[in-house]
């Protein structure tokens, strides 16, 4: 019995060990299938190597199968190029101009990300998942949609030099006085290109309905307003401040001339200022100047454009009786004889200059011209708005006089024949003036000001003396004569000059 229940045991144990072996067989079994599955699946998945795009890989329309990411790179770029020779017709109010892409300066939007993205697909999951989608290239492209952008800069350089021409700006009202009248023309509205709307709109064409061929597109535009109207330049009415002098003839009266003609018809809206010197500049005979006597170190010269500082000596005075703001004012190195002492505006290259401002809250029209009876008027037009009861008037005063140190001077000049001497700069006494503005209120002062304060030096006469000769020995008595500066002497050069003969 006991015998029985033993071999029993045994083969029980027997059997165990046997279903555990087949269990520990099977297993094996299974991990060596699961192994060599799992072998061939990976060596499925990474037949190419990880720095090389899988099969069937599309960057836009640009096949980047098999490639590095350096070689993708040069094919995205290449393809771009290609595009690149395509145009867009862009147009605006009613004209077109053809651009090409590349002068746009076509581009993908972070091609890196792109080309990093191809490089990973089928490579950045589990490998069932890679496998899965290599398997998927054998049979669909795996094509990735792509920003296309262009170069802000280049693409607004382009439309500003090619697309902004075509635009249909506002045009201004204008002023203009004939015959003693003011004429008018009507202000017109425009379109003007919205060169970044213009930028963003092309980059939303591309990515939108772009068939990578020629193309065409309106410019985005927007509306241009004029900045001034005719009922602002219709306020242009009064005068409302004038003055002249005495043009007189010849060289230097031709200059008056031509600088008025350049100062008349300037518009000058509320806050804006003018330079004389801007307007009348430059002083060469292309310009429309002659030579004529002006002043240089104190002394009269010969200059082309001499006569300037009197055109703007009298707009000087027609801006303060107009009570304009005068932010530069320079008076002459001399006093000048057309008006009063701290009355002058002085014009020397771009360091003197005459500029005032607008300050009325309308627009304000210069009207300059020499009149019949040969007088340069300067009249200055706008809104009248100071009281009728109020008067404004200007006071020259003179502080302290000088004379020269010298009476007369002698100056030699090899132009001129022996004989000749004659007083060419009269003297002038040296002052110190200032200019005062007063105004009153039916006839009561309310207010005195001094407006300028200006210095004039004193100078000599200037006697020329010629001293040509085909005799040296003549001219040089004649030259060391007129070193003397003495007057009795040089007469006395000039007899025996002459008897020297030739």
């Not at 597109?217 to 242009?236: C, I, K």
């Amino acid at each position: 019995m006991e015998r029985t229940s033993a071999k029993r045991a045994q083969r029980q144990r027997e059997v165990r060990r046997k279903k555990r072996f087949l269990a520990g067989f099977a297993l094996l079994l299974l991990l060596c299938l699961f192994g060599g599955a799992y072998y061939r699946l990976y060596k499925y998945v990474h037949q190419v190597p990880d720095e090389v795009i899988l099969d069937n890989i599309y960057i836009g329309n640009t096949e980047v199968s098999g490639m590095t990411a350096a070689e993708a790179e040069t094919a995205v770029k290449k393809q771009l190029e290609e595009y690149g020779n395509h145009a867009i017709a862009l147009s605006a109010c009613g004209k077109t101009e053809d651009v090409t892409l590349s002068e746009l300066g076509l581009g993908v939007d972070s091609l890196d990300k792109y080309i990093e993205k191809a490089l990973a697909y089928g490579r950045d999951g589990g490998l069932w998942s890679s496998y899965r989608k290599i398997r998927q290239l054998s049979k669909e492209a795996y094509e990735m949609e792509v920003d296309y952008v262009i170069d802000a800069q280049a693409a607004g350089a382009v439309i500003e030099e090619r697309i902004v021409p075509l635009e249909n700006r506002a045009v201004n009202a204008t002023i203009k006085r004939e015959n003693g009248q003011f004429a008018y023309t009507d202000e017109e509205e425009g379109k003007i290109v919205d060169i970044a709307a213009t930028i963003q709109k092309i980059e939303e064409y591309l990515n939108s309905s772009w068939n990578f061929r020629d193309g065409s597109l309106e410019a985005v535009e927007e509306v241009d307003s004029p900045t001034l109207t005719r009922a602002e330049l219709e306020t242009v009415q009064d005068v409302l401040g004038s003055f002249g002098t005495d043009a007189g003839d010849g060289d230097r009266a031709k200059n008056l001339e031509n600088g008025a003609g350049l100062i008349d018809g300037t518009l000058i809206l509320p806050g804006e200022e003018i330079s004389v010197y801007e307007l009348t500049a430059p002083y060469t005979t292309e310009n429309g100047y002659y030579e004529a006597t002006a002043y240089e170190n104190g002394q009269v010269v010969p200059s082309i454009g001499g006569g300037i500082c009197q055109v703007s000596t009298t707009l000087y005075n027609a801006a303060l009786n107009a009570e304009l703001e005068i932010t530069q004012r320079a008076p002459h190195s001399m006093l000048v004889s057309y008006v009063k002492p701290s009355r002058d505006a002085a014009i020397a290259g771009d360091y003197k200059d005459l500029r005032f401002k607008n300050n009325y809250d309308t627009p304000i029209y210069l009207e300059s011209h020499i009149s019949q009876d040969n007088i340069l008027v300067m009249n200055i037009y706008g809104q009248e708005t100071r009281a009728s009861n109020r008067e404004v008037t200007y006071i020259s005063e003179t502080l302290k006089t000088t004379e020269s140190e010298d009476p007369v001077k002698f100056v030699a000049s090899s132009g001129r024949e022996i004989g000749y001497m004659e007083m060419t700069t009269t003297p002038r006494s040296g002052i110190e003036a200032q200019l005062v503005k007063t105004v009153t209120i039916d006839g009561e002062v309310v207010s005195e000001d001094v407006i300028n304060t200006s210095s004039y030096m004193a100078t000599a006469g200037v006697y020329t003396v010629g001293t040509a000769s085909s005799n040296e020995n003549a001219t040089a008595v004649m030259e060391k004569a007129i070193e003397t500066q003495d007057k009795d002497k040089i007469e006395e050069a000039i007899t025996q000059a002459q008897g020297m003969g030739e």
